[in-house]
């Protein structure tokens, strides 16, 4: 299988994986579901709460919450802001742990040195991606074409889930932490426009990514 394919396909499998993770999670725990997305953009097929989206990054669950409708009382109880701290980080953390659990499943000890060196790699590649990138993905080319698919699968899995673990807004990493400083609550002004501003950061990471991948693309064509 070509390694454009295979990127495309993991990137969709773990989308697929992580949102439904989070939602089960969610529901094993009481808490009340209002959408859940796999993707963003338009929808593709939608049926209740479940929606397939063309876009396959961004998937979201979407949950019950006082903050967003009035609710009586009858309904709190599974409200996501009533919901203790704990049960919202073990939501929000329950998909990064299981994607790395896999990915150890297969790889063991080298998903596991792969998943830290990821942290770095990212940060790294996305500062300088026609350099370092270029030889990231060169790497994870000569991988897919070596190994199998599964193991390649593992592989970038752990890539993945480090990169939804950095402390930025809509990645589980930011959630996570912006859930421990305000302590479960709105966040103050000063904290809203940190968030807003931190995103930022994000955006420039995933376009210069994706920039990297397209350049890897075109110039690992045939002439």
């Given amino acids: 299988m070509p390694?454009?394919?295979?990127?495309v396909l993991v990137i969709y499998l773990?989308?697929?994986l992580h949102v439904s993770t989070m939602a089960l999670c969610a529901r094993a725990l009481r808490m009340d579901l209002r959408a859940i997305s796999f993707g963003t953009g338009g929808a593709i097929w939608e049926k209740g709460l479940i929606r397939f989206a063309w876009f396959p990054f961004g998937g979201y669950v979407?949950?019950?919450?006082?903050r967003d409708e009035d609710l009586p009382d009858s309904e709190l109880a599974?409200?996501?802001d009533r919901r203790p701290i704990a049960h919202r980080l073990a939501?929000?953390?329950s998909a990064p742990i299981a994607t790395i659990g896999l990915s150890l499943l297969v790889l063991r000890h080298e998903g596991w040195n792969a998943f830290i060196a990821a942290f770095g790699q990212t940060l790294h590649g996305a500062l300088m991606p026609m350099s370092t990138a270029q030889e990231l993905l060169a790497?994870?080319?000569?991988?897919a074409l070596t190994h199998s698919f599964m193991a390649f699968a593992a592989l970038f899995t752990v890539k993945l889930t480090a990169f939804n673990l950095l402390p930025l807004p809509m990645l589980?990493?930011?959630q996570a932490v912006s859930l421990v400083l305000t302590g479960g609550k709105l966040p103050q002004e000063w904290q809203h426009r940190l968030m807003q501003w931190s995103i930022l950061p994000l955006f420039a990471l995933f376009l210069s990514w994706t920039f990297a991948f397209i350049a890897h693309v075109v110039t690992s064509l045939p002439s």
Avoid: H, P, T
């Fill in 3 to 7: 390694f454009v394919l295979q990127v």
């Fill in 14 to 16: 773990f989308m697929l």
């Fill in 62 to 66: 979407r949950f019950k919450d006082s």
């Fill in 78 to 80: 599974g409200a996501w």
């Fill in 91 to 93: 939501v929000i953390l």
């Fill in 139 to 143: 790497v994870g080319a000569e991988y």
């Fill in 172 to 174: 589980n990493g930011g």
